[in-house]
């Protein structure tokens, strides 16, 4: 008889999408189940710009100083372009938008490649005791019984089958998705718009570009593809493009040295491949993000170009958004409708982001990495309360100072010397308060909390909540777990008016466990 083990939630794919949504449902005490196919983590590197959003995200769970170990430096966090590697006339410009990244975040993103942060993620995930974490395991189907999701996981070594009951299925399992095929939910847009062959390779390259050291190094016409830094010393990716039909995905290894000491500009560069993997760029998005209980996350719901480094981390803001949502059902302290809300938020972020890559990939100049995009994701759903006119999510590119409204994520300033405001963010909402007496606010906190409502009064003082530019009149801030504004308050009755309308549209119903 096939065993049937029990949890809440069942999470598809291991990668770092799917260890980032682990995480979080362990920190909100979320019992889980993780399988995914590979023994190991990934040995290639993949995707390896974590953006600054994605950092706080990590900040948040108590990763961020790990992921920043096992990158690179943040002096190596340029971006190179010239015709070569030698190139005299080789420009270097930094990441960010038109501010020092200092100035609005406290982690402000780096490179730390893919098959070096899946193990730090791994680490992490497994040490939370709501996590069973299972590699080797391969999801090969699901079925809905009673309300019930039943899923089969085989054991990819031995053929051991086995059956997972759960509340809630998240395919956290990649572009090429099968929980999102079993589901009939189809993507939308455009395929091959790149074709790259992805050559990892050793080479005594930092000695030679110590005065030019960078995260990616762009080549300019007549030169073709671009290098990727692992280590910045030994170790390399060099991005070779080549059309469909060609025999680039045949390439011998010393074919492949050959395209690299070409493309480098360094005629005897001793050159060591060590793999190779061919890909695909696509441009898609998924029709919908959700259905019958199972929900699409990461690349799994959107194929992003990797022109801009921002796929990755869509996918770590989408785990981010989903994870208390689905806590806060799982507890009982809010309704499925609640659930609605994360395509209506996230689903245009990503379709944005789709479009931004694209037109980077089309450019025939370059393009500049953003690491502050992510940082202006706004919110609008039946989660946000706002008076604005635009009902649709989205990204605000407005520059700094950033502002506190409804839908946007809480802006950073240093409360003290390493405590930010975004540090005050934890698993339940947090009401931030200006400097004003709160025992009010903290007396309506008691009166939620035996409604089944948990808050938190934050008062920071007046200067720190001025620093977060709120509009005029606002005496308070109503933060969400993930850290995005639900509110801004002009007093306590205001805020009784939004938490009443909130328990009627979610259902929140009982006390917080």
Not at 53 to 58: G, L, T, V, Y
Not at 168 to 195: E, H, N, Q
Not at 271 to 287: F, P, Y
């Amino acid at each position: 008889m096939t065993k049937l083990e029990h949890t809440e939630v069942l999470v598809v794919g291991g990668g770092p999408v799917g260890l980032t949504m682990s995480i979080l449902l362990s920190r909100y005490g979320i019992d889980h189940i993780l399988v995914e196919r590979r023994n190991e983590t990934s040995t290639h590197p993949k995707a390896r710009g974590v953006s600054a959003r994605s950092m706080e995200i990590f900040r948040r769970c108590g990763v961020a100083e790990d992921v920043a170990r096992a990158g690179l430096p943040a002096s190596h966090v340029s971006f190179y372009r010239g015709s070569s590697l030698v190139d005299p006339d080789f420009v270097r410009a930094s990441p960010g938008g038109d501010t020092e990244l200092d100035a609005v975040t406290p982690t402000p993103g780096l490179i730390c490649a893919q098959n070096e942060l899946e193990p730090v993620l791994l680490t992490h995930a497994k040490a939370r005791g709501e996590a069973r974490i299972a590699f080797g395991s391969r999801h090969i189907g699901v079925d809905e019984r009673a309300g019930v999701l039943i899923s089969t996981i085989e054991d990819v070594n031995t053929g051991d089958v086995r059956q997972v009951s759960s509340r809630f299925v998240v395919a956290c399992d990649g572009i090429g998705s099968a929980t999102r095929a079993r589901v009939g939910i189809a993507m939308k847009g455009t395929s091959g718009l790149g074709r790259y062959l992805s050559i990892r390779f050793k080479a005594p390259l930092g000695r030679l570009l110590a005065d030019r050291l960078s995260a990616s190094y762009f080549l300019t016409p007549p030169a073709v593809g671009g290098f990727m830094a692992i280590d910045n010393d030994v170790e390399w990716i060099y991005q070779y493009p080549y059309t469909e039909g060609s025999d680039a995905e045949r390439l011998s290894d010393e074919e492949c040295a050959a395209l690299i000491r070409t493309a480098a500009g360094i005629g005897g560069l001793d050159v060591e491949v060590i793999d190779t993997m061919a890909w695909r760029m696509d441009a898609l998005l998924a029709e919908s993000y959700c259905r019958g209980g199972i929900f699409l996350v990461g690349d799994a719901a959107h194929a992003i170009p990797p022109t801009g480094g921002h796929g990755m981390n869509t996918g770590i803001g989408d785990a981010d958004n989903l994870a208390w949502k689905m806590a806060a059902v799982i507890r009982g302290e809010a309704g499925p409708a609640l659930l609605d809300t994360y395509e209506v938020e996230r689903r245009p972020i990503a379709e944005q982001i789709i479009d931004i890559s694209s037109r980077n990939s089309r450019a025939a100049g370059g393009y500049r990495i953003d690491d502050q995009l992510l940082l202006g994701t706004r919110y609008r759903s039946a989660a946000v309360q706002t008076d604005s006119t635009d009902g649709t999510s989205g990204l605000d590119r407005s520059k700094p100072p950033f502002r506190a409204d409804p839908g946007k994520r809480l802006p950073h300033t240093w409360l003290r010397p390493e405590v930010s405001t975004l540090d005050l963010v934890g698993c339940n909402a947090i009401v931030v308060v200006n400097g004003e007496d709160s025992t009010e606010w903290n007396a309506l906190a008691n009166v939620a909390q035996r409604e089944g409502i948990s808050i938190r009064i934050e008062n920071i003082g007046d200067e720190s909540f001025g620093a977060l530019c709120p509009k005029p009149g606002v005496s308070g801030i109503l933060v969400r777990p993930d850290g995005h504004i639900a509110a801004c308050f002009t007093g306590i009755p205001a805020l009784i008016e939004f938490l009443e309308a909130a328990c009627r549209m979610f259902g929140s119903a009982s006390r917080d466990q």
